[in-house]
């Protein structure tokens, strides 16, 4: 009778059987691992690309919105408030600072017979980390004069975070390309770009120095300077300020019909009803009503604000684009 032999495995076999599942699990976790990081990425590529078309979207509208009144040659530089200011601390980056008039501001209420005009600077700044915020700062209010200062970050509102890199590169009128741009000066006096390439990157993560972009968009700008010195001449305003309703080259606040020696406006104090009800309210009538208008003529300078205050003010809300209040019509 023979002895049975006994079931299980040699040592060779368990041995066996551990180095595969070992290789098995260890080709598993890493193929798991890559997969979390690529969809980590993918993630991160979504979000940042997101980010980057709202932020561009802004800039370029705000860019788009900008708006320059030409500064009539008499006029001191340092009175004239309306400017296109870019700075650059490294030109090959392009500006990291941009201060303009715009006229994209939104009024409050539809019915409102608010101004669209405002300041609008934005400017990158760093973050208590090693990256970049971009901020914004805005004001429904033009200076009293050239201003060239920068406004506190403090005082700005923070539009994005985690920025490696931004820059705006303008365009003259020759295709050139510049980081910098001063309108206040001669060689681009009362003068905007043609154009701007903005350009921004993101950090991928907080934990690397990875960057995402550069993500860009080109912007043109379709506002051109308002020259309001011409159109005053088209409309019968001679340089010196003065209505010349009769082209006799004498202008209508110098003309003595009665040979008095008084001027005919100061004859006049008071029109006759007939009169006001043809020619209608006067700017600086139509303003007294509404105060919130006040920012239109605050960016002019002091003798224009002169003239502008004694014309209708249908046709100063025509030179300006608005839409006449109702109760100045």
Not at 55 to 75: F, H, M, N, Q, W
Not at 199 to 223: C, N
Request: with cysteine.
């Amino acid at each position: 009778m023979s002895r049975s032999r006994r079931a299980g495995f040699t040592l060779l076999e368990v041995i066996a059987v551990v180095l595969l599942t070992g290789i098995l699990i260890t080709f598993t976790t890493n193929f798991y691992l890559d997969l979390s990081r690529q969809s980590r990425a993918a993630v991160e590529k979504a979000r940042n690309t997101r980010r980057a078309v709202v932020l561009l979207d802004r800039i370029a509208r705000d860019l788009e919105s900008a708006t320059l009144v030409k500064k009539p040659g008499p006029v001191d530089p340092l009175e004239h408030p309306w400017l296109f200011l870019a700075e650059a601390d490294e030109p090959s980056r392009g500006a990291q600072r941009l201060k303009f008039s715009s006229r994209g501001r939104r009024p409050r209420s539809p019915q409102a017979a608010e101004s669209d005009v405002e300041m609008v600077a934005w400017q990158l700044a760093r973050t208590d980390g090693n990256d970049f915020q971009l901020v914004r700062w805005s004001s429904p209010r033009l200076p009293a004069g050239r201003d060239l200062a920068w406004p506190a970050v403090e005082d700005s509102d923070p539009v994005a975070r985690g920025i490696a890199e931004f820059g705006v590169f303008l365009l003259d009128e020759g295709g050139e390309q510049t980081a910098r741009w001063d309108s206040t000066v001669m060689t681009t006096s009362s003068e905007l770009p043609a154009g701007a390439e903005i350009q921004v990157s993101f950090y991928v993560d907080d934990e690397s120095d990875a960057i995402d972009g550069p993500y860009s968009r080109y912007v043109a700008f379709p506002l051109p300077p308002l020259d309001i010195e011409a159109q005053l001449e088209a409309a019968g305003v001679k340089s010196a300020g003065s209505l010349d309703a009769d082209g006799d080259g004498i202008p209508d606040d110098e003309q003595d019909a009665d040979g008095d020696g008084i001027p005919d406006s100061e004859d006049d104090d008071i029109a006759s009803e007939d009169d006001d009800d043809e020619e209608g309210m006067t700017a600086e009538q139509c303003v007294a009503l509404n105060p919130n208008l006040q920012a239109l003529l605050a960016g002019l300078p002091p003798e224009q604000q002169a003239e502008f205050a004694g014309l209708p003010a249908a046709f100063v809300a025509e030179q300006f684009g608005i839409q006449l209040p109702a109760n100045c019509q």
